[in-house]
């Protein structure tokens, strides 16, 4: 089992919190995996990314090679597209499509979907708004994360497992809220 | 069994703890903050009672650390490479008094500058220094060399550096700790006189810095951390160290055919690359950062032998090493995916929304306006970003400090009024020293000392001077009636306008503290007050 993995999005938007939940997932599972994040500069509202690898053999590079990445998990529509030279030639793509503007040269929308539907394997979905449906605006990042958990060898339970250890000291509506999160985004059907 | 999921930041620092570290001392500088920051939250350092707060700047981090040395307890500091140019010089003399407690430097190079102002090569400074260091490849080995770096430091009586580099420093992985040392007890070094570099001392101590480098020669033959491996085919012999190892391997899921010098101790094995260098035709160089040891191995005549490496552009001579530019240079096959499509533009950081340094910045802005440009001399931080659109008020940007002490040699050039941006940390890290040369001199310069309580750009460490600017600036002699504390707030924009005016016609030392807290660090105040 491998499985290299980007995480995308903008500084702030809480790729953190998914790279954490696959790690805790990860290490539960037994696997070994190198999780190389941004720090200092960039997250003041820059683009971040983090590679994430995951593999039941000793992993050397903390850095995922060129078009090697199984999956590109993005909170961003824009900044999925960014990390394509790493995406290979099977891999899957999910995103939000909320965008995140903070740039006066951010490209339309439309654009970008029609780069999207250039990808073979894209799920491509409003996470924001289908967190605010559940009333937790702030869980856009694990709806993405819950669209992408079929692609990545690592069963459900275990994630939500993970989510209990990540946010329980925040206590249990912020538990709850962010697996209903995770859920919602598995379940969804374009 | 892995029983730990660490930063390579942090395992250095767990390393360290468990190897009977007895104080950190440090100032935040990315990538090297979370190693300090792991020791203030560590339940097992609490216990322990190891010293963990933050310094003002990396000299005095490295002088107290040194001192702790002294008083024979293990002690570390760490800091970011431009941090060490900072403390060079209790670095270049410590090697020379030696010391007495472990005592180990860690020193995290940004090669790529992904936050810092250059990518200087930290090796560079052990090898000056004469001082010994280690380079991990992954976070187990920096684990582990925390405890071979103290023991080997006290069996040499020699600091140790430690260099990484942003990828490791902020890459996770699963660590397995070893039994955790107890600390030293005081114990002040035997002979009294040792670390007293008057001329007569420090001729005698500068003989035996050189007589020990054999010694560690010998040891870094002989380290677990400087690896052969052997491999049939010698068309080519690969010298790699620290993190570059991972990028190699990644790149032979099935073993390399090539011989294999793995470095991660210096100074180098002499042996061991005589031998790698004699049994293959060609040799390729993988380092991370400066073709440091690329360089020693072409000596000033080249060598006789084709070296490989970031000086023949086998890889790109600046940057940070990928597995990518490693498989171009071993001519391996890349797969990249599609290419980034045109439209994505970049997204570089920004001031965030709310920011107290955007209402300064206005300020000063429009009560520049009927001045010529380029008289804002600045410094290292958040308001850094004040230099890109949409506001661009600032010239300058190029050591913590240089802010006061460029906008005083401009005033003397006659370029007044000059004006200096710094924010409160970086001020009291080394604006204090240039603060006092403007009042000797009674320079013209209007000083901002952008004051939002925190070390922000790091995330949001204590300010060394925080609580104290007005009273530093009327101790070092500003004249009070020209400190001036300002709320920036677009309420208050006109007036902050005004009282800026003024100050800019002043003859003499002006300072301005525009007040208002990091919008990010009020926030988190305002969820634990929540909580
Ligand atoms: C010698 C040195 N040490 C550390 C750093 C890293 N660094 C850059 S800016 C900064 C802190 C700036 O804090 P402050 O001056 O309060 O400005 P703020 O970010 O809060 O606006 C630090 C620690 C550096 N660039 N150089």
């Known amino acids: ?190 | 069994m892995m029983n730990l999921v660490l930063l390579g930041d942090e395992a250095i620092a767990r390393g360290a703890i468990d190897a009977g570290l007895s104080g950190i001392y440090a100032y935040p500088g990315t990538p090297s903050t979370e190693i300090t920051e792991y020791v203030q939250h560590s339940k097992e350092a609490k216990e322990g009672k190891v010293h963990y707060t933050w310094s003002a700047n990396e000299k005095t981090a490295m002088e107290s650390a040194l001192g702790m040395s002294y008083a024979g307890k293990r002690a570390m500091c760490a800091m970011k490479h431009v941090g060490l140019n900072v403390a060079a010089d209790v670095f270049m003399n410590s090697s020379i008094t030696g010391v007495n407690g472990g005592f180990i430097v860690v020193s995290a190079d940004d090669p790529s500058m992904h936050s810092s102002q250059n990518e200087q090569d930290s090796r560079y400074y052990g090898k000056f220094a004469f001082i010994p260091m280690l380079e991990p490849c992954n976070q187990q080995e920096a684990y582990d060399m925390m405890h071979y770096g103290f023991d080997f430091s006290e069996k040499f009586e020699t600091p140790v550096l430690v260099r990484i580099t942003t990828r490791l420093a902020h890459s996770r992985a699963g660590v397995t700790p070893k039994t955790k040392k107890e600390q030293n007890s005081v114990k002040v070094p035997d002979d009294l006189r040792r670390y007293v570099l008057i001329p007569a001392n420090a001729r005698k101590r500068y003989k035996i810095l050189l007589e020990k480098q054999a010694g560690l020669e010998t040891e870094s033959e002989n380290s677990v951390f400087n690896t052969y491996y052997d491999g049939k085919d010698k068309s080519l012999g690969i010298i790699v160290c620290g993190i570059a190892y991972n990028y190699l391997m990644e790149n032979f899921e099935n073993g390399i055919p090539y011989p294999v010098l793995k470095i991660g101790q210096y100074p180098l094995p002499r042996k061991k690359i005589e031998k790698i260098f004699n049994e293959c035709n060609e040799i390729l160089v993988l380092e991370d950062g400066y073709p440091f040891v690329e360089e020693m191995l072409n000596g000033f005549f080249g060598s006789e032998k084709k070296i490989r490496g970031r000086l023949d552009a086998s890889l790109p001579r600046d940057g940070e090493l990928n597995p990518d530019l490693v498989a171009k240079a071993l001519n391996l096959n890349s797969s990249q995916g599609s290419a980034i499509p045109a439209l994505v533009a970049n997204r570089p950081p920004q001031l965030c929304d709310g920011c107290s340094h955007i209402d300064a910045y206005k300020a000063l802005n429009e009560a520049l306006k009927d001045y010529t440009p380029g008289r804002v001399l600045s410094d290292i931080g958040c308001y850094t970003l004040g230099a890109l659109p949409p506001y661009e008020t600032i010239n300058s940007c190029v050591d913590m400090g240089a802010s006061i002490t460029m906008a005083k040699g401009a005033a003397d050039a006659g370029l007044v009024p000059a004006v200096a941006v710094i924010g409160d940390s970086t001020f009291s890290h080394s604006g204090i020293t240039g603060l006092l040369d403007c009042v000797n001199d009674k320079t013209p310069v209007t000083i901002f000392i952008l004051d939002n309580g925190i070390t922000a750009m790091t995330g949001g460490q204590f300010s060394p001077g925080h609580g104290k600017l007005e009273d530093i600036c009327k101790g070092v002699g500003v004249e009070p009636e020209h400190i001036h504390v300002l709320n920036p707030l677009s309420r208050h924009h006109e007036e902050n306008v005004k009282i800026i005016k003024q100050e800019l016609e002043y003859n003499g030392v002006s300072v301005i503290i525009p007040r208002r807290i990091c919008i990010v660090e009020s926030r988190k105040m305002a969820k634990e007050r929540k909580k």
């Open chain 1, 1 to 190: 089992m491998k499985k290299d993995i980007i995480l995308a999005g903008v500084g702030g938007q809480g790729i953190v919190s998914i790279a954490a939940t696959i790690g805790y997932a990860a290490v539960a599972e037994n696997l070994f995996f190198k999780q190389s994040e941004v720090h200092g500069m960039s997250q003041r509202g820059g683009a971040v990314q983090s590679h994430f690898r995951l593999s039941d053999k000793e992993i050397f590079s903390d850095l995922i090679p060129l078009g090697k990445a199984d999956i590109i998990i993005s909170v961003e529509p824009m900044e999925a597209l960014r990390y394509l030279p790493w995406l290979s030639k099977n891999g899957w793509l999910v995103t939000n499509t909320e965008p995140y503007i903070n740039i006066p040269d951010y490209p339309s929308l439309d654009s970008i979907m029609t780069e999207f539907s250039k990808i073979q394997n894209v799920i491509a979905l409003n996470a924001d708004k289908i967190a605010k449906e559940l009333k937790s605006s702030k869980s856009a990042n694990m709806v993405v994360l819950g669209a992408a958990s079929p692609y990545l060898d690592i069963k459900f339970e275990q994630l939500e497992k993970a989510i209990h250890t990540l946010f329980g000291r925040k206590g249990e509506k912020i538990v709850e809220d962010n697996i209903k999160a995770l859920r919602a985004g598995k379940d969804y059907k374009p």
